[in-house]
């Protein structure tokens, strides 16, 4: 630290250490007055690329056609399902739900229209008392199941083929106020992201976005609460049915509990082993307590802080109490070890005087390791992924937070406490680090050659990495959304929604008008502007149909829904004729509007010429391959319909979902190669020597490249989570090689010999570099207990690579110093005894 700044450190820290803890009291009050604020995030967004044309084009479909969100409940009776006592407990089951607050309707077997089995004429169907319903008219159950497997309608989605299983769909009302503050935001971001935005433009900007956090908050505790409850029902009849849930609001649900688990767990989890790992390393409550109130501290602040401003937490974003405990607590072990050894050096030096040395030699080597750290977080901004921009963000801010509070809180609460004379700073780990310095000596050359087999074959590991592709696989198999999405995937027509829009272009149509004898809804006139026109005639509807087929022969999709359903349907009530262009028309006006929202408005619109066609992917499907699928599926369109490339469009969570993971790769390449550059710039710029700054980058890209590559070898695929291991195991790792290198330049200048340098580094920083690992590794290990599979994987892979970082530091990196000699040559005259 530069003499003036540790002079104005000395006089204001150190000089009034009672007057800046209470400061910092005050400081830390009103953050925790902001804790309240703080809110977590499951929606879509937390899922998604940054700026996807895919997703604006999404929520404009889901607009035009005014989709809604649905809460799937799968009951798998233990009786027989259509026996009369569990149609009856179905029947209370489903009244239960239509009296629940925010529920907008519920469909079941129960109530939907038995058409074929109805044995009505086109023309009864806009009598709605001619349909029967299996409530509302004796069926029996083999008339009933030909019905739910012979209509395209239900066939595979509200009832499994083998009959066992049946599905309720709870609809939720489409929030209007919701909608059109998403569109509007959307509008001024894009604005903003062609440098288009006026002043008054930004001030709406803020504005609306202030209002869609709120709205979006608002519909989240409702659709919590709405969960809550259904859950509550099926409680009820669980003695006579199995019950799932499924759907988007129960997984956004289901995630918000997870990440509140996840930040309590985690939290408390890491507290207690860092408490057990100070206690064994200094045994001595002053350094357990002071180390825990800076890392709390900083975990406080971050917390009020991010509530402040409204910044919310993902599933992603979820460990960040975890990493701040874990990292705070390095900077301490640093600190403490640090003033122990100049307390051991000088002795009789007074507690300010102890305290201001072990400041001015600690802070530039940790305030590098802070720096590297933070960009290798910061690296994540460019994964073009937003919730893993927002974890890079908040570690980034986080850990500026952690190092501020720990130089300032850590300083000045020791300076107020005796000098601890008792040997607490004891090295009993002493022969533990000299046998790395021994093995380094002994056998020098074949740890080279065995970095560069293990590199080598890392590296191969590294080609097999693969991008995941089940999201079902997120998810713990004991977790009910790991249950209830792979019974619905398995009996209920799949689980991730697809959606196929394809644009017509159609002219109006003159439509043949028949006698009276062959229209089977007596005598209607077509509006000279007929908003059906252009699906009525017989042509478009057989390519619809063409379409539709296609996509339900794939082995990857389930159920398939399109205008060609109300095609199909039409054609068995006309003794399997299909209708003509005018009679079709007619059919569409006189539908009743219950069967109109079921076969029309879902999958056509007034509007413009365009169909759509809903389907839902086979999510457990192992050899389920995204993008392959829909790559084949544009191909069949363009090149074997004749369609142009234009007028195909996929959307939905698949596509969104699919973009996100083809991104992966691109974002893995970008992170690590702007931690690499940035870091070695600062390695430059740290040790003022281009060779010493790339001996200090191999032992850190080293661990990066066999965490990758074991992940290669062992299956283990690219997600929102493991994504960001590399970087951040670069960029935690050269904390030790900075502490390690920054020492030894110290130490060299001595008696000019490497490896009495090396023994003298081994058994000085060496320990705080041996403690602070195993504490981060410690700390990895705990989110192991997470039920989100991403964060499993992140926590050992993480810890691994730390574990791999700590021997490459102590055994590669001082070879290497050996060998190059990047600060000079030997003294010739200097032969000393190393042991």
Not at 316 to 326: D, T
Not at 347 to 353: G, L, S, V, W, Y
């Amino acid at each position: 630290m530069k003499s003036t700044l540790l002079r104005i450190y000395d006089k204001c820290i150190l000089g009034h250490p009672i007057l800046t803890l209470g400061v910092t009291f005050v400081v830390l009050v009103f953050f925790a007055l902001q804790v309240p604020k703080f809110k977590l995030d499951a929606s879509g967004d937390s899922l998604v690329l940054e700026n996807d044309a895919d997703l604006y084009y999404h929520r404009q479909i889901m607009e035009r056609y005014r989709a809604k969100d649905i809460l799937v409940l799968t009951y798998s009776a233990k009786d027989d399902l259509f026996s009369a006592s569990s149609l009856d407990d179905l029947a209370k089951l489903r009244d239960e739900l239509r009296q629940l607050e925010n529920v907008s309707s519920v469909t079941s077997i129960l109530d939907v229209p038995l058409l074929l089995t109805s044995n009505v004429s086109l023309g009864d169907l806009a009598d709605e008392e001619n349909i029967k319903t299996l409530e509302n008219s004796p069926v029996d159950k083999s008339t009933a199941l030909a019905e739910f497997n012979d209509n395209p309608l239900y066939s595979g989605r509200l009832i499994s083929p083998d009959g066992k299983t049946t599905a309720l769909l709870v609809s939720l009302p489409f929030d209007e106020t919701y909608r059109s503050l998403l569109k509007r935001r959307y509008e001024l971001r894009q604005k903003k992201y062609n440098n288009e935005l006026s002043a008054g433009e930004a001030q709406e900007l803020d504005e609306v976005s202030h209002a869609y956090r709120q709205e979006l908050t608002r519909l989240m505790h409702r659709d919590n609460r709405l969960v809550e409850d259904v859950r509550a029902i099926m409680g009820r009849h669980r003695d006579q049915a199995g019950l799932y849930l499924g759907g988007v609001p129960m997984i956004v649900a289901d995630m918000i509990a997870f990440i509140e688990n996840d930040l309590v767990l985690f939290g408390m989890g890491v507290i207690f082993f860092l408490i057990i790992t100070l206690a064994v390393i200094f045994r001595k409550p002053r350094w357990v307590i002071l180390s825990m109130l800076c890392c709390l501290a900083a975990v406080l602040v971050m917390v009020g802080a991010l509530g402040l401003v409204d910044w919310r937490v993902t599933v992603i974003s979820s460990n960040f109490i975890s990493l701040m405990l874990i990292l705070t607590m390095s900077l301490t072990i640093h600190l403490i070890e640090r003033y122990l050894e100049v307390h051991a050096q000088s002795p009789d030096a007074d507690q300010r005087t102890l305290v201001l040395e072990t400041v001015r030699t600690i802070t530039l080597p940790c305030l590098y390791t802070m720096l590297t750290t933070m960009v290798a977080f910061a690296s994540l901004l460019v994964s073009g992924i937003r919730p893993v921009i927002d974890f890079g963000m908040m570690m980034t801010l986080g850990l500026m937070i952690s190092f501020g509070l720990a130089f300032v809180m850590f300083p000045a609460t020791v300076v107020l406490l005796k000098k601890d004379t008792s040997g607490a700073g004891e090295d009993f780990t002493h022969p533990f680090t000299l046998i790395f310095a021994r093995i380094t000596e002994a056998h020098g050359k074949k740890i080279l050659a065995l970095s560069f087999v293990l590199a080598v074959i890392s590296g191969m590991g590294v080609t097999k990495l693969k991008v995941e592709n089940r999201f079902v696989d997120y998810f713990r198999e004991k977790t009910e959304i790991f249950q209830g999405m792979s019974l619905i995937d398995r009996k209920l027509g799949g689980t991730t929604p697809l959606d196929l829009i394809v644009d017509f272009e159609k002219e109006p149509v003159e439509l043949d008008v028949f006698d009276d004898e062959d229209d089977f809804f007596g005598d209607e006139e077509i509006e000279e502007e007929d908003p059906y026109y252009w699906f009525s005639d017989v042509i478009t509807r057989e390519e619809i149909e063409e379409i539709h087929d296609y996509l339900g022969n794939l082995s990857e999709t389930g159920e398939v829904l399109s205008l060609a359903t109300l095609e199909k349907l039409t054609t068995r009530l006309n003794e399997d004729q299909p209708l003509d262009g005018f009679d079709y028309s007619i059919l569409l006006k006189k539908t009743p509007p219950d069967l109109k929202e079921l076969l029309i408005n879902p999958y056509v619109s007034e509007e413009v010429t365009q169909a759509r066609f809903t389907m839902r992917i086979i999510e457990s499907d192992k050899k389920l391959e995204r993008k392959v699928l829909l790559e084949r599926m544009r191909d069949h369109l363009v090149n074997d319909l004749g369609y142009a490339d234009g007028q195909v469009h996929f959307t939905n969570m698949f596509v969104l979902y699919n973009n996100m993971l083809q991104s992966l790769f691109q974002s893995q390449i970008l992170t690590i190669g702007i931690v690499f550059l940035a870091i070695m710039l600062m390695f430059m710029v740290l040790f003022r020597s281009l060779r010493l700054a790339v001996i200090a980058i191999i032992p850190n890209l080293l661990p990066a490249v066999m965490v990758l590559g074991a992940m290669g070898w062992l299956g283990i695929p690219l997600n929102m989570m493991t994504i960001t291991i590399a970087s951040i195991t670069i960029g935690i790792a050269v904390d030790d090689t900075i502490h390690y290198i920054h020492r030894f330049q110290k130490e060299f200048p001595k008696d000019r010999n490497y490896m009495a340098t090396l023994y003298r580094c081994h058994c000085s920083i060496g320990r705080a570099m041996y403690y602070t690992s195993i504490t981060i590794i410690i700390g990895f290990s705990i989110l192991v207990i997470s039920n989100f599979v991403p964060t499993i994987y992140f926590g050992l892979s993480t810890g691994f690579a730390m574990l791999v970082a700590l021997l490459a530091a102590l055994t590669l990196l001082p070879q290497l110093l050996i060998i190059l000699k990047p600060l000079g040559p030997e003294a010739k005259d200097n032969e000393q005894e190393i042991r």
